[in-house]
């Protein structure tokens, strides 16, 4: 629930500052890493939405990757675990990089 009211926090403070009334939708991206549990992410933006700008506003959840970088062959990648093995060198000196994000990516508003 303190995940929904910070973003809540955060529309209503667009909301002042960028002069609109009403989201209709809003879009998040959630790195694998995060250890958001999507449903219950949606259960409480419905609840902490009430009354608010937000209110009854789409809610598109976009799915981030993890991010690594191997130490032996100096490459990035795309991971779904934080012990996986460098894909182009097959090294298990990696070091995570991304995949924890949770961010606002946009909104459609009036």
């Known amino acids: 629930m303190s995940i ?3 973003i809540v926090q955060s529309i209503e403070s667009h909301a002042r500052s960028d002069d609109f009334t009403k989201v209709l ?3 998040l991206e959630i790195g694998c890493f995060g250890g958001i549990e999507i449903e219950a992410l949606r259960f409480g ?3 902490v939405t009430r009354g608010t700008c937000a209110e009854g506003a ?3 959840i976009l799915s981030l990757p993890g991010k690594a970088w191997c130490f032996g062959c100096d490459t990035g990648f795309d991971t779904e675990s934080r012990v996986s093995d460098c894909p182009v060198c097959g090294s298990g000196r ?3 990089t991304g995949g924890d ?3 606002i990516k946009d909104m459609e508003v009036i």
């Open 4 to 6: 929904c009211e910070s």
């Open 25 to 27: 939708r809003l879009r």
């Open 45 to 47: 933006f419905d609840v």
């Open 58 to 60: 789409e809610l598109d």
């Open 94 to 96: 990696i070091r995570v």
């Open 101 to 103: 994000e949770l961010r």
